[in-house]
């Protein structure tokens, strides 16, 4: 956790494919905007100019193109050049940063997807992020069908981790759910499955409540 008397707060969304993440970043930028904070938007993989090379690496081509174990090293690898350029910068200025996407995506899809095994996960946590934690984290979660069908009709080069098999994503969805239930105080799940107003007004619900915003 961050000391919010002296940096910004660290908020970050996470989910499956098509759950609207990127459309609330934007909702929720506006909203502390409008209340008079500084904010920052930002995403991973990328968010920095290096992290974006490596975004590519990661979300076009085959399927095939890394193992899971690799994917986590390229993720981390992003992840960190991601908070020196961006992040942290950022908070010590007092800025609020929103990350479309944070390392619980790397647990959910490189641990609960690939398999890989989460004490590697932790060490690669320990070693490239330290003990920074988001405030909070926003978990939206819809139905898988529904998300991959969002997400196909609006996805250009970026269909590496789509082509994925449903089960895959099945592992996913249970996988930010179990990360939530292990983290009630970092972690809400959003119903995403609705309207993006309902959303929106949900996630700035949760953003009052648990950082008085
Ligand atoms: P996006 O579609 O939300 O921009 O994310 C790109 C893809 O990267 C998405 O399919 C999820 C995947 N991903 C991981 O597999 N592990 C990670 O650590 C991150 C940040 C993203």
Not at 2 to 24: C, V, W
Not at 58 to 69: K, N, Y
């Amino acid at each position: 956790m961050n000391d919010a008397s002296s940096t910004g707060r660290f908020i970050t969304l996470e989910g499956g494919e098509g759950a609207g993440k990127s459309t609330q970043v934007t909702r929720l930028r506006d909203w502390l905007e409008k209340r008079g904070n500084a904010v920052v938007a930002t995403r991973e993989p990328g968010g920095a100019p290096g992290a974006e090379m490596v975004r590519k690496l990661l979300v076009e081509g085959p399927a095939e193109r890394w193992d899971g174990t690799t994917e986590a090293l390229l993720h981390f690898a992003a992840r960190r050049d991601h908070l020196r350029s961006t992040v942290w910068p950022a908070l010590a200025r007092g800025t609020w940063t929103i990350s479309d996407r944070f390392a619980d995506s790397t647990l959910a899809y490189q641990g609960y997807g690939h398999g890989v095994d989460r004490t590697m996960l932790a060490d690669l946590y320990r070693i490239s992020v330290g003990d920074f934690h988001p405030d909070l984290t926003l978990i939206l979660d819809l139905p898988i069908e529904i998300g991959l069908a969002r997400a196909a009709a609006r996805r250009g080069t970026e269909t590496r981790y789509e082509s994925l098999p449903t089960t895959f994503h099945e592992r996913v969805r249970a996988g930010f759910l179990d990360i939530a239930a292990a983290n009630p105080s970092r972690c809400v799940v959003i119903d995403a499955n609705r309207d993006i107003d309902a959303i929106a007004e949900a996630i700035i619900n949760a953003v009052r409540e648990r950082l008085g915003a």
